[in-house]
Nanobody, 127 residues
Framework: EVQLVESGGGLVQAGGSLRLSCAASGLTFDDYAIGWFRQAPGKEREGVSSISSSAGSTYYVDSVKGQFTISSDNAKNTVYLQMNSLKPEDTAVYYC????????????????????WGKGTLVTVSS
């Protein structure tokens, strides 16, 4: 059974930092791209960042470039999202998801081909 478990969310003041973790199990890590997504109240879910370790590629939606950094620890089957200089508009439930590296895509916040999803972790940024 594939499982993705997010952790690291919480309440932080504007300008602060958080590091989210996504621990994956039940899949061959190198075969999958792992993405981070967020959904703010009343808004659609958007793709924030993704990483494919086997392809050596990363993606960031324009709104988080220079602010968020995605990385992976293949030995731990874990992907991280380091979020710095957080703003109230970053408040959302953050999800990670996995899709086959040959199929999954993410561009301009849209995404396709994510097969497995975590339950999400809430990030709240206070002003």
């Amino acid at each position: 059974e594939v499982q993705l478990v997010e952790s690291g969310g919480g309440l932080v003041q504007a300008g602060g930092s958080l590091r989210l973790s996504c621990a994956a199990s039940g899949l061959t890590f190198d075969d999958y791209a792992i993405g981070w997504f967020r959904q703010a109240p009343g808004k659609e879910r958007e793709g924030v960042s993704s990483i494919s370790s086997s392809a050596g590629s990363t993606y960031y939606v324009d709104s988080v470039k220079g602010q968020f950094t995605i990385s992976s620890d293949n030995a731990k089957n874990t992907v991280y999202l380091q979020m710095n200089s957080l703003k109230p508009e970053d408040t959302a439930v953050y999800y990670c998801a996995a899709g086959l590296v040959t199929i999954a895509t993410m561009t301009h916040g849209s995404y396709y081909g994510m097969d497995y999803w975590g339950k999400g972790t809430l990030v709240t940024v206070s002003s």
